[in-house]
DNA sequence: TATTGTTATACTCTATAACTATA
DNA sequence: TATAGTTATAGAGTATAACAATA
């Protein structure tokens, strides 16, 4: 049997996070999150979501993509996306077009209401950036991404 | 009306993804989710989820810290986290003891399986890091790290 | 009166199986 | 036979309201 004093427990004043801070996964999806917290917040005038924004753009910069396409970029399951295209169209945001070589898909472009949305919602995303980043120089800012696409690239 | 020439629809060949890409919560997001798809991978041999591991590793570094400081600490709604205390106490990773000053709160402690259990998770989630982070140089990483400390603290 | 821990519950997000129309 | 889009559905993750016990 042990000769060693039981220690009375004691309460924890201030939580040591140090191990969890020295892991680049625990850092990134930190800021991951305080990212789209504030993405949710400033995009919520035009009703998007991250998600929403990030199909929008893609249709923007991409006219004609296909929902496949768009699930295989944005990582999204093909069921996953019906509900949110169908909800951008009954917005009047997209068309979804036939698509010129591809009997079985369909194009999809913004409408003009779309464009003029995307176009004042891409400044408020780089707004958003810019005070997301704020403690950032801007060449800190480009070495962030560079980094940052040295992992999932 | 119009005399311009309806232009044909053209299939999109390759998507560009240059604007998202311009954007650091994009590249954060998708870079958090290729380090969580390895985590969760490499750490399904304990049976240990991202927050469980978070959990377990505050834990081992606070013994005694409370289910209170466990939320504030890494953003869960307390009704969320007692399944998850539960679960781990059922495994016989952790143990539930009174507080010493507070009678309404319960310190956290690991078992002694628990201890054994996170020293092994720990070095798994070690190498995992290095694994995520192959095309950074140490230096790089670092960087990496403050630069995300930079937009989240 | 405020806080810790808890139950019940709802809402969102994500994933899988199976179908149709076309390639 | 494979792929694009769709439906139905299940599971995981996250959020709020309300309560008992204690501060």
């Known amino acids: ?77 093909p069921p996953n996306l019906v509900g949110m295209i169908s909800q951008l169209q009954r917005r009047d945001l997209i068309t979804r077009r036939p698509h010129p070589n591809d009997g079985r898909a369909m194009g999809l472009h913004l409408t003009p209401e779309g464009r003029k949305m995307m176009k004042q919602a891409e400044v408020t995303a780089s707004e958003l950036e810019e005070a997301s980043t704020a403690r950032l120089s801007p060449a800190e800012r480009r070495t962030l991404m560079q980094l940052l696409k040295k992992i999932y690239i």
């Open 1 to 77: 049997m042990s000769t060693r004093k039981t220690t009375p427990d004691a309460a924890v004043e201030q939580v040591d996070t140090s191990y969890l801070e020295s892991l680049v996964g625990y850092n990134a999806r930190r800021a991951t999150l305080v990212i789209v917290d504030a993405f949710l917040r400033n995009m919520a005038v035009y009703g998007l979501r991250p998600v929403d924004f990030s199909v929008l753009s893609l249709i923007a910069h991409n006219p004609g993509i296909t929902s496949r396409q768009l699930c295989t970029t944005l990582n999204i399951q």
